[in-house]
């Protein structure tokens, strides 16, 4: 089974200032992983998805992700967040081959002030 | 333009009642997948249904139940089995092609 712990439930930081949401996972098997991101009573929204090949991956709203198989890792990066970027974050993985079900991370709180 | 509909976005029920929350989606997905959110808890996954007619328990069906009669529909019903039924519920299809889900915007239901 597979296991996604995301190091950081809330992260402040100030607009302009570059960000990392950190994602351990935990699996037997090759797995797709995934960020999405998640604004106060709505429901979540892709932000990038690693499937295979290069192991940066860009997304929307100038977020990347770089895949690190040896430290199990996929943490989300941006350069320089906004008041917008303000939202949880979830990091989740599937495995390859298998029944096709996203198993989540328990979020990270970004909390961008100005 | 193709999505997930759930309704109602809130709901207020009565401890001890079952309620039926509905999930419609116009995008041809034939997975389905009914997840629980609490505050700090992350999406925990209630149901799934990779066909019509067919649907698995997930990690926390306890008290929960629900059915798969056309593609389209993945209605949850929360029943007074439930021993925490307050909680954000999000409903989610699959595209076979993209690896995505595409989630609904909720229904946050409340149990008093």
């Known amino acids: 089974a597979q296991s996604v712990t995301q190091l950081d439930s809330q992260v402040p930081v100030f607009e302009e200032a570059p960000v990392e949401l950190r994602c351990n996972y935990s699996s037997s098997v090759s797995v797709y992983l995934f960020w999405y991101v998640q604004y106060p009573n709505q429901g979540l929204q892709l932000l990038l998805k690693?499937?295979?090949?290069?192991?940066l991956v860009k997304g929307i709203n100038g977020f990347e992700a770089e895949f690190n198989k040896s430290q199990t890792s996929f943490h989300l990066r941006k350069p320089s967040v906004h008041i917008s970027d303000t939202a949880e974050y979830f990091c989740?993985?599937?495995?390859?081959?298998?029944?096709?079900?996203?198993?989540f991370g328990k979020g990270t709180k970004l909390t961008v002030n100005p | 333009d193709g999505g997930i509909t759930q309704s109602p976005k809130y709901l207020f029920r009565k401890e001890g009642q079952n309620v039926t929350l509905s999930c419609e989606q116009n995008?041809?997905?034939?997975?389905m997948y009914w997840y629980r959110q609490d505050p700090g808890q992350g999406l925990r996954l209630i149901y799934y249904?990779?066909?019509?007619?067919?649907?698995q328990k997930g990690d926390i069906a306890e008290g929960y139940s629900v059915s798969r009669e056309k593609k389209e529909s993945f209605p949850l019903t929360v029943t007074s089995a439930q021993k925490n039924p307050t909680a954000f519920y999000l409903c989610?299809?699959?595209?076979?092609?993209?690896?995505?889900?595409?989630f609904g915007s909720g229904t946050r239901l409340t149990v008093v």
């Open positions: 690693y499937l295979s090949g290069s192991t």
């Open positions: 989610a299809s699959r595209d076979p092609y993209r690896f995505g889900y595409t």
């Open positions: 989740a993985v599937m495995d390859q081959g298998g029944s096709e079900k996203l198993v």
């Open positions: 995008l041809n997905h034939d997975a």
């Open positions: 249904s990779q066909i019509v007619n067919d649907f």
